[in-house]
């Protein structure tokens, strides 16, 4: 099993960034590829960025391509979501998970552990 805990949500001016940030503990955390997905009110659950568990292969949604990058850094156990050039429609509660495997990394029903997400508003 592994835990996730998110941070780094908050309030910021569209246009502006921000940086998410996933602590993992329990198993070791290399075993998994990660992913980040967001979910706004009234709205489903949707896929945002992956990342394998080397760190090789990243996979965007079209919303975020080109405004966010993951990274991972697996000697710190961590998972980061860096979002620039932010809009309102970014408004969401951003969740972190885990997985065993390296494909289909966009369906979220394929991750089996999940963080309490943090929140990001983007005022405009």
């Known amino acids: 099993q592994v835990q996730l805990v998110e941070s780094g949500g908050g309030l910021v001016q569209a246009g502006g960034s921000l940086r998410l940030s996933c602590a993992a503990s329990?198993?070791?955390?290399?075993?998994?590829?990660m992913g980040w997905f967001r979910q706004a009110p009234g709205k489903e659950r949707e896929f945002v960025a992956a990342?394998?568990?080397?760190?090789?292969?990243?996979y965007y949604a079209d919303s975020v391509k080109g405004r966010f990058t993951i990274s991972r850094d697996n000697a710190k156990n961590t998972v980061n979501l860096r979002m620039n050039s932010l809009k309102s429609e970014d408004t969401a509660r951003y969740y972190c998970a885990a997985r065993d495997g390296d494909w289909d990394l966009r369906s979220w029903e394929r991750y089996a552990y999940w963080g309490q997400g943090t929140q990001v508003i983007v005022s405009s």
């Open positions: 990342i394998t568990r080397s760190g090789r292969s990243t």
């Open positions: 329990g198993r070791t955390f290399s075993s998994y590829s």
